[in-house]
Structure formats: structure tokens, C-alpha cells
């Protein structure tokens, strides 16, 4: 009798606390509730080994029982989360800009990639990939991103990929003493996937400033990830290849000649056209020359 009393009086607490549907704490088998029968209505065998009792979809708008309540009060909403993620990436922007601005040297800004937190594959990278070569260089190639080999070595351009554009580089009389060379994007995507927007425009003002400090007379752009983005043109490689471009930037005190060729990886596959890669390599090489 009072146990029947405790109980009505939890009840009319719970209504006048809001509550008005009645869901247990644990969950329970309706399914099996059914007296044995499955979804199509068919009967079941019995079973020597009973099935393992199957737990019902639990509605997101109610907390799985042992589920923290008040985190799933508090979890933001999607366009919350989506607000909170756009703010998080505007900083990071702001961040880099202003970081890789006042860079003084080369090594400064190396530094300064170092001790940056802004962009994720920061995190999934082994190694920060700075650029390498000669600093007073008249000429300048940007890769787009290290591969597995880059990211273990921390350094451009040594894989399988490395090995035929130091091949091209020779063809015109270069290599890495003579040359600087470096990528847009200073850490590995997770498996050389290709990199985001996002990702890009964060590590945008690095390269920028990189190639400020350097001041190339050429900036070769190696592939067509590198010509979109330096260039901040929307045609393929395809299109861009063959032709001469400024680029611009106001810590530069006039354009840079730039050219945009295809990506080594891309002629490993594709050796078909090495023929237009090589046109471009000797008009890079005569260009070079008219500046000396
Ligand atoms: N591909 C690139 O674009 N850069 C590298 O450093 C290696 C492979």
C-alpha cells in the first residue's frame, strides 16, 4: 500500500515535471515480442541456441539509455556546428595571413610553418615539407603536395615522381643546386588524397610568401593544382600548359614570368606526353637564358 502510494506520488512528480510519454530505460525487443516471428510474417524454427536479443533503432531525439543527458542537451545543432566550423576556418585564414606576412627570411617562415596549428594535415603528416635548393634562384618550381616519400623524408620532390622531375630539370641544365623548389601545400594529404579548398587557401599565404623571399625571374608551376591556385585561373592543366602567365603579388616588386607544365606523376602515366612537357621545358630553358 505504501509502495503503491511512493509510486503514484513519482508519477504525478514525473507529469508535473513535463514528462509524458512512458519509454523504458532499457530496451526492449518488440520484435521479439512477436511471438517468434520475423519481418515477412514467416514463423521461425526454434533455435537449440537462442539469437541473440536484437537492441530496437533508438530515436535520436531520445538518448540511448547510459547516454550522458546532459551532452545530448547541450550538442550543438547541425547549422551550429556548421557556423562554429566556418568561424574556426576564417580564423585559421587570418592566422596564416598574418603569420606568413611578416616572415623576414626563408627561415623564419619555416619557423613560422612549424610552430602553425591552422591546418589539419598538420596532424596526419610525419614531416613538414619546406622547400629546398638555392635560395638566390632565378628560377622556381612549385609541386603541390609531398607524397608518402616526402612526407617520411621531409623534403620535396624525392619519390618515384622526384626522380623524373629532377630528370626534367636536368634536360634544361638545372638541378636542386641551381633551382628552388617547393609545393603548395607544405604536409601530405592522408593518403595523397587531393587536398581541399580549404586546405589550400589556409596554406595559401605560405607559398605566397615563399615565393616572394625567393623572387624568382621564372615560377614554373608544377602541375595543375599549382596553376589554379597560384594563377587563380579555373582551366585545366591542359589549357594552361603552353602559354606564359604574370603572377602577381604585392611583396614582389614587379610580376613573375610564370608557366604552368604538366606533374611528373601525371607523365609517369601519361608518357604520351612527355612531347608537350619537353616543348615547355625548352621554352622555359630559352627564357631563362634571356634574363642572364
Ligand atoms: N608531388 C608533388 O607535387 N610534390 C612533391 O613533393 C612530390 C610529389
Known amino acids: 500500500m505504501e509502495k503503491g502510494l511512493h509510486s503514484e506520488t513519482l508519477l504525478r512528480w514525473q507529469l508535473e515535471a513535463g514528462v509524458d510519454e512512458a519509454i523504458s530505460v532499457d530496451p526492449v525487443n ?60 576564417e580564423s585559421a585564414l587570418h592566422d596564416a595571413r598574418a603569420a606568413a606576412h611578416n616572415a623576414p627570411s626563408l627561415e623564419a617562415l ?30 622556381m618550381f612549385v609541386g603541390e603536395a609531398p607524397g608518402a616519400d616526402e612526407d617520411r623524408m621531409g623534403r620535396p620532390f624525392v619519390g618515384a615522381s622526384g626522380q623524373l622531375f629532377d630528370n626534367m630539370m636536368a634536360a634544361i641544365g638545372l638541378d636542386r643546386k641551381s633551382a628552388y623548389i617547393t609545393n603548395i601545400l607544405p604536409w601530405r ?68 614570368q610564370g608557366r604552368a607544365i604538366f606533374h611528373p606523376d601525371y607523365l609517369l602515366g601519361s608518357p604520351a606526353h612527355k612531347r608537350e612537357a619537353w616543348i615547355d621545358l625548352l621554352e622555359i630553358k630559352a627564357r631563362l637564358k634571356s634574363f642572364s
Open 110 to 139: 619555416r619557423t613560422i610553418l612549424e610552430n602553425f596549428e591552422g591546418c589539419g594535415l598538420k596532424t596526419t603528416a610525419t614531416n613538414l615539407v619546406f622547400g629546398e635548393g638555392n635560395e638566390q634562384a632565378r628560377i
Open 30 to 89: 518488440h520484435y521479439h515480442e512477436r511471438s517468434g516471428k520475423d519481418q515477412s510474417g514467416v514463423t521461425e524454427e526454434p533455435s537449440a541456441t537462442p539469437s541473440p536479443p536484437v537492441s530496437p533503432p533508438v530515436s535520436p531525439s531520445i538518448p540511448p539509455s547510459g547516454m550522458n543527458e546532459t551532452a545530448a542537451i547541450f550538442k550543438p545543432a547541425p547549422t551550429e556546428v556548421k557556423r562554429r566550423r566556418v568561424e574556426g576556418q
Open 189 to 256: 594529404p592522408p593518403g595523397n588524397r587531393t587536398p581541399t579548398p580549404t586546405e589550400i587557401a589556409i596554406c595559401l599565404p605560405f607559398i605566397e610568401r615563399q615565393i616572394e623571399l625567393i623572387e624568382p625571374d621564372i615560377l614554373v608551376m608544377v602541375g595543375g593544382i599549382s596553376a589554379k591556385t597560384l594563377l587563380g585561373r579555373s582551366e585545366g592543366i591542359m589549357r594552361m600548359r603552353g602559354n606564359w602567365f604574370d603572377y602577381a603579388s604585392p611583396g614582389l616588386p614587379s610580376p613573375v
